[in-house]
RNA sequence: GUCCCAGUAGCUCAGCUGGAUAGAGCAACGGACUUCUAAUCCGUUGGUCGGGGGUUCGAAUCCCUCCUGGGACGCCA
């Protein structure tokens, strides 16, 4: 599907190709080899017209004339039939500008209201499987603010994919095998004798938050002291059983609140048990890409254009964290995706190019793995950084967070910057039920929306059916702005695809609802005249869907009422 | 030391596969509610795009170099 600008720009070009020819078979221009690769660009200056060529400079050189010379000869031989076009003019270097009736764009409108919850919707994607792999975070505790921007950045990219396409698989890789497992069962080895009255310690880097203790007591009240007496294995492996079931539930439930419901929860824990773990190490070995020093085994990522080996197995015959990885992503492939995207935070950065080039060395495009490498978040209180340490325990939780500032907010405040931007994120602000907070004023414009409908909606009062020429009584500057940008929506959104990037739909969305308070604080929707009141109200409609449609790929509701 | 990300208005950030006079929000200042929701609107102020070179018709955008901040460089994950 195309949209309507994307459709006008392909006829502009399509003109000026043509009109390049009948140049050069007239002997205005001299033969050229090929027509060089110009854009139709929307111009930034409304006084530039609706849309802009760059031929005549591309083809300055090859011709051997000035640009302004060659765009006025193009302007001479163009020919425009049947497209709304009011005029053309050469200006600045060689731009050719279209002026065009403005009212060529209001026939979106019966076209969205047509589409309605699938306007935008594309199909570039062609139904080629994705996966989406964010958050996987540890379950041994609760979720923080990095886990909370990864969250809220990958729903968003799967259901943007998703829209243009793709078939899109979101997944959690549960870390739940590997060091940070083991020092988990000894820190609740160590609270569970303590709690029974027995001395032990926890070791400087285990767990020592508050709610280990918490966990092993409701064990101990299900289970009293029946671990006393087992093996330590046993013993450990119990409480690690139990705790993280219950940490992952947790997270599950405090996802699910933030409105990120996934497909696949991968264990890594199964990896190891099945022993897919050790098959991709013998692989790779047998492929030749691993040698021995120093005890451990080493993958050979200098060979993939890495910087440094890296340990796979170590010297006391453990898979590294690594290792498991590589089975995972191994394991992605297999399972047929074409694309595997992953949101990992900044501090994984180092990991991206050995990963790319263990899926290379197993005979995978590195390319089709995509790494999303989110920089950090601050949180900012009353105007001071909000000091966290997850070791200590102490830091804010995406539960808190969402009770704090609510999951319309949080969501919005995640996604509003690139990935690659440390994300400083005002919790004064997103708590704020003021103009201040961008989150509200796009609710609110479609909350504005909402309310006239329901206006007409109670009057009970019936408007005639929209008449053909009705769209041309909107002649407003604020209309035909409005209209005109919500006929972007497609492109903003296979922009936001292309890039993985849904902060350009937060920017968009909030330009619309900006366009839309604008409008309606000039112009009445429902008045006397019952044929405007109906193509207004096509104007409104239109904006809703589009506002709605959006904020649904980010995630955040649509009120009816505010 | 090497690599990654960033440096744009007072603050937080867009714009970066080159386009015309660099944008938005917040903050500041001045206005608009007997009207479909003022969580809104209208207006004003605000810039060496970190510095310096280069590439070309044209650079915030591409290349080189330097400076500053953050992160990564582990038989941790």
Known sequence: MSSAVDQMKKNLAGALTHSVQKAVSQGFLRDLQELPDFIIEIPREKDHGDFAANLAMLLSKEVRLPPRKIAEILKGCIDLQGL??????????????FYLDPRWVLEILPEIITLDENYGRQDFGGGAKVQVEFVSANPTGLLHMGNARGAALGDSIASILS?????????????DAGHQIELLGDSLQARYFQLLGRPAEIA???????????????????????????SEEERKNTLVDYTLKEKLAVIKETLLSFGVSYDVWFSEQDLHKKGVVREIVDRLNSMGFLYEHDGALWFKAGEFGVEKDEVILRSNGAPTYFAADIAYHFNKFQRG????????GADHHGHVARMKGAMAALGYNPDALQVIIMQLVRLYRDGEIVRMSKRSGQYVTLEELIEEVGRDAARYFFVMRSADSHLDFDLDLARAQSNENPVYYVQYAHARICSILRQLDETGKKLPAPGPDDLNLLKEEAELVLARRLADFPEEVSMSAKDLAPHRLTRYLHEVAGLLHSFYNSHRVISQDERLSCARLMLVKATRIVLCNGMRLLGIQAPERM
Do not use: M
């Not at 995706?337 to 990992?344: A, K, L, T």
């Open 337 to 344: 995706f074409d694309r595997v995207i992953n949101i990992w």
């Open 204 to 230: 400087s880097e285990g767990y020592h938050g508050e709610d280990i203790v918490e966990t092993v007591k409701g064990f101990i009240n299900l289970y009293g002291d029946s671990l006393l007496d087992v």
């Open 84 to 97: 709304p076009v009011e005029k053309v003019e050469v200006a600045g270097p060689g731009f050719i500008n």
């Open 163 to 175: 829209f243009c396409g793709y078939q899109v698989i979101r997944e959690f890789y549960i870390n």
